[in-house]
């Protein structure tokens, strides 16, 4: 791949963006790229398709770039962390509409973009992103260091996940060089959860169903825990990682009443079990280790279609 994505800069009006309801590397790397448009004096435009508001433990992110008010139509976009043009949301006429799109993702064969800078091996996007900016021999600050850490950790599940490279820690240890803060952005994501939250894990907790013969664990949060803790679905984002405790549980599946009575589920594998493809049952998409989907079916048959499948694999 010889493009450069600075061959674009210059052709604006520019709009930053990423999938839908934002996760920290979707955040990061399209903050990151921000943040470096700002320091070469060029005018770009990011916002993304919110149901609610932004994560409140990715807020040492620069939210406050955040555009109020878009154009009608871009020359250029950046889309980061996102597949597909419908998991851009509100957002998807506004690049679909533009001249060019440049797509810079992890996942597994992105359909659109006029350019693709993709790796479905990296671990984050924003380490995708990283390898482009030094490749086009750009300095990352403290604050761009900051943004691409965000996105390594979370993508990582903190350096864990099997996508954890020896790459993964030569970026980070890079990133920390330029002054990324490493333990004050960790402590933000995973060390400090609103009350409420923690009060509506233990309920979560209370549900977990642990199928021992397929190795699958599943729990749901349902419309009235949000009412009952007075508390946003995002706020929500790090439960399925609690369901995915459960020891000698392969794959973890976390659902999630929305306001229409459909559900959203976000699945998690331990081993090299792919919930990729149980998301792809129902057009969700993501990676081999961490994916989702919504459907509009009910929670029994939700579950009873994934262990079905699960068997079908084992
Ligand atoms: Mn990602």
Redesign the pocket.
Known sequence: MNEQISTFFEKGPIFITGHVNP?G??LG?SFCLKILLNKENIDADINFDIENKLPSNLDHLPYELITKKLQSSYETVFVF?CGNPGRLGRYEDIVLKAKNIIVI???INPTFGSLQIVDSDAA???QVLYRQLLKEKYEIDKDMADCLLT?LI??TGRFQYPNTTTEVFNIASELLKQGADISSISENIYGSIEFNALKLQSEIINRIIFDEDIKFTYSTIYQKDYKKYNIDAEETDFLIDVVRLVRGADIALLLKEQVDGTFKGSLRSRNNFNVQELSAIFDGGG?KAASGFSSSSSQEDIIEIIKNEIRTKL
């Open positions: 996760d590397d979707a790397s962390d993702d992890h996942h984050s996007t924003t996105g979370t993508d990676h």
